[in-house]
């Protein structure tokens, strides 16, 4: 990683996250319970979020199946830019846990953190280019208000050189997330390292 963030109450620290719902126990899991955790992540087994899920295993796989296909689907969208819009909603949303997550994995992909730092600090005024100030002011309105949504929004994107697959997959990845953050906000908590807070 990076340089730490800290920044209006968001980090790209590694975070953990705590259910408020009794989890799966896997002594006493079902074999459909088992198989879709080692299907769905390396490490579902030990995290709360995927032992939550467990208890509804079809959901959890289709869960797994749609977030997979969004977010790391090859060709449209870069997928830098699939985790710069799925920080943004989240940062929006105010879900610390996610937007640690996916700021990672732009710095990751991107190599480089500029453009995490302006979208904690203020989503409003963020991107380093004019390409990801549009996907950033777009993804806002998304989450903000989906219903007001009109051409003009989507031709915004198309001046930046966005054609149809990358608005497709830019619109999957900010719906993917109004969903993903409400779940972690509804279910637990972000869980930051020992002595540490989000400032």
């Known amino acids: 990683m990076s340089e730490l963030i800290d920044s209006h109450g968001f980090t790209n620290q590694v975070l953990g ?5 009794p989890t799966v126990d896997l002594n006493t899991a079902s074999a459909e319970q088992v198989a879709v955790l080692e ?5 579902a087994k030990t995290s709360d979020y995927y032992l939550t899920l467990a208890h509804h295993p079809d959901i959890l796989r289709q869960r797994s199946l749609a977030f997979n296909a969004i977010m790391y689907a090859p060709g449209g969208l870069s997928r830098a830019e699939r985790e710069l819009a799925s920080t ?6 105010r879900c610390v846990y996610c ?3 996916h700021a990672q994995r732009f710095e990751q992909l991107a190599k480089r953190n500029d453009v995490i730092k ?10 380093t280019t004019s390409r990801e100030k549009a996907i950033v002011q777009f993804a806002i309105d998304l989450t903000r208000e989906p219903a007001s949504l009109n051409a003009t929004h989507i031709q915004a994107l ?4 966005l054609d149809d697959a990358h608005v497709l997959d830019l619109i999957h990845a900010i719906a993917i997330f109004a969903w993903a953050n409400r779940l972690m906000l509804n279910l637990g908590k972000p869980v930051f390292p020992e002595g540490q807070s989000a400032s």
């Open 99 to 101: 937007a640690s997550v």
């Open 17 to 21: 996250w705590k259910a408020w719902l």
């Open 88 to 93: 943004v909603v989240s940062r929006i949303n």
């Open 118 to 127: 302006e979208v904690f600090a203020d989503p409003a005024t963020a991107g």
């Open 39 to 43: 299907e769905s992540h390396p490490q």
């Open 158 to 161: 198309r001046e930046q050189g």
